[in-house]
């Protein structure tokens, strides 16, 4: 039977898009099941904060009558506006091994952008980079932290025969505790001048002002990361709606806010979480019957880390403020029980950062690509 794409059509469509990788993945070791609530609400164009700003379409591919694949299309209009680009992005892939199958949903997901004048399509990412990106090249015999795809090598193999290209890859860095001898001695240096020197003092973000902290994280990314090949501002909506994700995940040895002491200018900042999924995969996607206390013990169950953000505005890189919040990582990972993580992702242009991971002794554990092809 020939493979039939429609666009998902109402609530049990979307339970269908949903569930489609639960039965793709049940039984590889290393794939964590999301929280299908959570992925109900995440794409709800009502819910979401993206639809504030984006458009999008989601597919489900079907042989026979059976769902055997699925993607979206979607067009993020300020990551066009910031770069003058005219892309359209594809995301939320899953596919059985079948290339006839591949090849629908991306026709489809390229039809729909052509439709609306894309020149070229780029994934997969779900809606933003800064969410799951990318397909897992490296790395698949670890267990994916939060935020990060899992997917076997089938998937590499299929896209590029499908005629995907690598537009980047996003790399993951392991970084432990134990390993601070590993640290090249001119980072603890550069932490103790950003003190002295340039009085530069690292605090917490705090719980019930999360949200105003969250705007300071906004004014450092916007500046720091606004050349990037993947740079999207953050917008007022985004960061509402980025709030209540992180009061899941808050902790404050982890939240930190780098500012100047004599001033209070924040001119660094980090967002590290604990990993959620050592609790998500005792859970099978659902809260009931004993999901909801798994998630609410989850500080018990939770050893590692992922560094999320870590930046600082430019004209304070010569200050030692990254060395600080580098240090601030250990300190904190001493004094809980979390002993280490990852770190990323990060770009693979990304020099300076690259360069960073290296001093502190950090090694590259996952590599995601993201592909590309023109319209």
């Given amino acids: 039977m020939s493979v039939e794409v429609r666009a ?57 009558g059976r769902v055997v694949g699925r ?6 209009h300020p990551f066009n506006e910031h770069h003058g680009r005219n892309w359209g992005w594809f995301g939320f892939l899953e596919f059985e091994r079948d290339p006839e199958v591949l090849d629908a949903l991306l026709e489809a997901a390229s039809a729909w952008l052509r439709e609306r004048g894309l020149e070229r399509i780029v994934g997969p990412a779900s809606f933003a980079l800064n969410d799951e990106a990318g397909v897992l090249i490296e790395g698949r015999d670890l267990r994916p932290m939060i935020l990060q795809p899992w997917h076997p090598p089938y998937y590499q193999e299929l896209i590029e025969r499908a005629g995907m290209t690598k537009a980047m890859d996003l790399q993951m860095w392991n970084l432990e505790v134990t390993g601070r001898e590993k640290v090249l001695p001119v980072i603890w240096e550069l932490a103790e001048r950003s003190r002295t020197e340039h009085r530069i003092r690292i605090r917490p973000m705090r719980r019930r002002q999360l949200r105003k902290d969250l705007d300071f994280f906004a004014e450092v990314y916007n500046a720091a990361w606004s050349k990037n090949w993947d740079f999207v501002p953050y917008s007022k909506a985004d960061l509402d709606a980025y709030h209540i994700d992180l009061q899941l995940a808050y902790d404050k040895n982890w939240f930190m806010i780098a500012e100047k002491e004599d001033t209070g200018e924040v001119v660094g900042m980090a967002i590290t979480v604990p990993d959620l999924n050592q609790v998500l995969e005792q ?13 609410l013990t989850k500080s018990k169950r939770i050893d590692r880390v992922r560094v999320g953000f870590l930046g600082v505005k430019p004209e304070h890189q010569h200050a030692g403020v990254a060395a600080a919040l580098y240090e601030e990582h250990y300190n904190a990972a001493e004094r809980t ?36 092809r023109m319209l």
């Fill in 8 to 64: 998902v059509a109402g609530s049990r469509e979307l339970g269908r898009f949903i569930d489609l990788p639960f039965r793709l993945h049940a039984n590889q070791p290393m794939w964590v099941p999301p929280l299908k609530l959570e992925r109900r609400l995440f794409l709800s164009r009502r819910m979401n904060a993206f639809f504030t700003h984006g458009e999008g379409e989601y597919f489900l591919a079907r042989r026979d």
């Fill in 71 to 76: 993607i979206t299309a979607h067009v993020n």
């Fill in 283 to 295: 859970m099978n996607g659902r809260l009931l019957p004993l999901g909801w206390w798994r998630f």
């Fill in 337 to 372: 029980p979390q002993g280490g993580g990852e770190m990323g992702w990060i770009l693979e242009t990304n020099t300076a950062m690259n360069r960073g991971m290296e001093a502190m002794g950090g090694r590259v554990v996952k590599r995601y690509r993201v592909y590309e």
